[in-house]
């Protein structure tokens, strides 16, 4: 329903693509190949093989037993935190790195903020043998050196971005530059974002969390539907996936997070869908924090996988629609749900996870509910965050 794009690539009025008119043929070559290749029976049974072999799916749906005693409902986390690499991207890389092999592309351009995106993208670089080059703000690559050096580990390229703020946005300008001077390059987007088909694509690519959570819950609960699913939001790429096919089933609540930063009255935030106007970024029409001369805003959060200042168009509309309700949980917020869940469960989350997670404390639910909480990604990455706040 809420999910079908039309010809153009919008979901009601936001999406589409707004690109230079040198990117047309780039753009075009992808969008009349892209279904057909999702849905060829070679592309499927690779994608598959790999996500069963590579990735380590299906993840598990853990019951939280501690943890719904203490909210007094039954709580289900998916496990995306138990990929490879430790979190949901890989879903996305895999299915466009046998996109670009399809398409027979031989250089794959990224661009990274946290650097989260670029590992999954340097990971199937590596396995399909394909040059990799990733764009990241100057600035991120002092912030993120762990992940810095397991991109060039993995022997991909990362080419500082020196222009603006040297953060993700000029990143993203970086590597739509670099696309334009080598066409036959394939431009690996990490979330629901970008121009058409790009969301689409993301979205068909992360549904696999949903389509596992719709088995497992049959087998643990006797139903496929739960009564809540609820899921953090950068750009919005797991929260798409763990929407994906729940969203004509009226009876599912979705409750996406986003990162409050310090308070969605402050001006260190990242809460697009709350404050955010309508505008244009990242070659699509969405909501996005900018000011009153349509300057992006830089965002904040304390989760740098959450820290971007649009969301996917998709969201933009589901917000619009009510279908999909949208909330944000502050950094504090974040802090104290990861060690809620570390303690009582045994599992520490990602940062971006902890927002979903801190939902749990600002709703209300029913004794007899199955709620499902994506665990988007482990904290590994964050203990240092960690370790300076506890
Ligand atoms: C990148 C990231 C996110 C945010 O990206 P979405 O596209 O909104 O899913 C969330 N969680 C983790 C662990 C991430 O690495």
Known sequence: MNYKINKKGFYGEFGGAYIPEL????IDELENAYLDILESKDFKSEYARLLDNYVGRPTPL?????????YQTQIYLKREDLNHTGAHKINNTIGQILLAKHLGKKRIIAETGAGQHG???????????????????????ERQ?????????????VIPSTSGNQTLKDATNEAIRDWIANPHSFYLIGSVVGPHPYPDMVSRLQSIISEEIKEQLAKEQGRQNPDCVIACVGGGSNAAGAFYHFIDEKEVDLIAVEAAGKGIDTSETAATITIGTTGFIHGSKTLLMQDDDGQIIEPYSISAGLDYPGVGPIHAHLAKTGRVKYISATDEDALIAAKVLAINEGIIPALESAHALAALDKMQFKKD??????????GDKDMETYMNHF
């Open 145 to 157: 050196a762990p992940n810095v050096a397991r991109m060039q580990m993995l022997g991909a390229t």
């Open 369 to 378: 509910e199955v709620i499902v909480v994506i665990v988007s990604g482990r």
């Open 62 to 70: 853990t019951f939280a037993r501690n943890l719904s005693a203490k």
């Open 119 to 141: 590992v999954a993208t340097a990971t199937v670089c590596a396995l399909f043998g394909l040059e990799c080059v990733v764009h990241m703000g100057a600035l991120d690559i």
């Open 23 to 26: 990117l047309r043929r780039n």
